[in-house]
C-alpha cells in the first residue's frame, strides 16, 4: 500500500469553478500534512501546511483535514488558468529527521 | 531571508561518468537539508537528508552519495552514473530550531544520462 495516494488527473475544472484535489495517507500517526504546487519544469513551492483537523483557509485556497478518515484535501476557489499545475500531496513521516512523503501528484488543468 | 541555490541547473552527461551537485543555503544556520529526485512522471523521493555538518542518512541504497562539508552545503555525488540516474534533483531545507518542519525547495537540477 503506497504511503500516500491521490488521483493522478488531470482534473479538468473551468474558470472560476471550484476545484478539489483529494489525497490520503496510510499512517495513522502522522501529524503534519502538505500541499506543493509545482508547475511543468519548475520545482515544487509549498500552498499550504495543516496540522490539525478542520479547515484552514488561506486566500483562495482551503486545506482540508480529516485524522480519523486519513484524508486530506485542497479545495481552490475561484479557478485561473494559473493554477494549472501538478499539486503535491506531503505528510511527515513519524521518526526523525522531519522527512516528507509525497503523493504522485495530481494534474489541474483551468480550462478557459 | 533565506534563499536556496542549486547548480548546475541542467547537466548532460554520458553513462559512467562521475557526477557532483551542489545546493547552498543563504541567510540560515544549521538547516536540515534534503536530496530528491523526481523521475520523469514520478513523484519525489528521498535520497538523503542531514542534520549537521557531516552528518548523512541514506534513504534509498543506490549509486549515489551525500556530503555536507558545510553548515549551508549539500552535495550530491556519484562515481558513475547509469541511466536510471536521469530525472530532476531538488535540494530542499528546514530552518532547524524555528519551530517548523516545513521544507521549501530549491530551483532543481534537470539531469539527463545518455
Known amino acids: 500500500q503506497k504511503e500516500v495516494e491521490q488521483n493522478s488527473g488531470p482534473l479538468s475544472v473551468p474558470e472560476g469553478a471550484i476545484a478539489s484535489l483529494n489525497c490520503t495517507y496510510s499512517d495513522r500517526v502522522s501529524q503534519s500534512f502538505f500541499w506543493y504546487r509545482q508547475y511543468s519544469g519548475k520545482s515544487p513551492e509549498l500552498i499550504m501546511s495543516?496540522?490539525?483537523?478542520g479547515d484552514k483557509e488561506d486566500g483562495r485556497f482551503t486545506a482540508q483535514l480529516n485524522k480519523a478518515s486519513q484524508y486530506v484535501s485542497l479545495l481552490i476557489r475561484d479557478s485561473q488558468p494559473s493554477d494549472s499545475a501538478t499539486y503535491l500531496c506531503?505528510?511527515?513521516?513519524?521518526?526523525?529527521?522531519?522527512?516528507?512523503?509525497f503523493g504522485t501528484g495530481t494534474q489541474l488543468k483551468v480550462e478557459l | 531571508s533565506q534563499t536556496i541555490h542549486q547548480w548546475p541547473a541542467t547537466l548532460v552527461q554520458p553513462v559512467g561518468s562521475p557526477l557532483s551537485l551542489e545546493c547552498t543555503v543563504e541567510?540560515?544556520?544549521?538547516?536540515?537539508l534534503y536530496w530528491y529526485r523526481q523521475a520523469a512522471g514520478r513523484g519525489l523521493q528521498l535520497l538523503f537528508y542531514s542534520v549537521g555538518i557531516g552528518q548523512i542518512s541514506s534513504e534509498v541504497p543506490q549509486n549515489l552519495s551525500a556530503s555536507r562539508p558545510q553548515d549551508r552545503q549539500f552535495i550530491l555525488s556519484s562515481k558513475k552514473l547509469l541511466l536510471s540516474d536521469s530525472g530532476f534533483y531538488l535540494c530542499a531545507w528546514i530552518k532547524a530550531g524555528g519551530g517548523t518542519d516545513t521544507q521549501y525547495f530549491g530551483p532543481g537540477t534537470r539531469l539527463t544520462v545518455l
Open positions: 541567510g540560515t544556520s544549521n538547516p536540515n
Open positions: 495543516i496540522y490539525s483537523n
Open positions: 506531503a505528510v511527515k513521516l513519524t521518526g526523525g529527521g522531519n522527512k516528507l512523503t
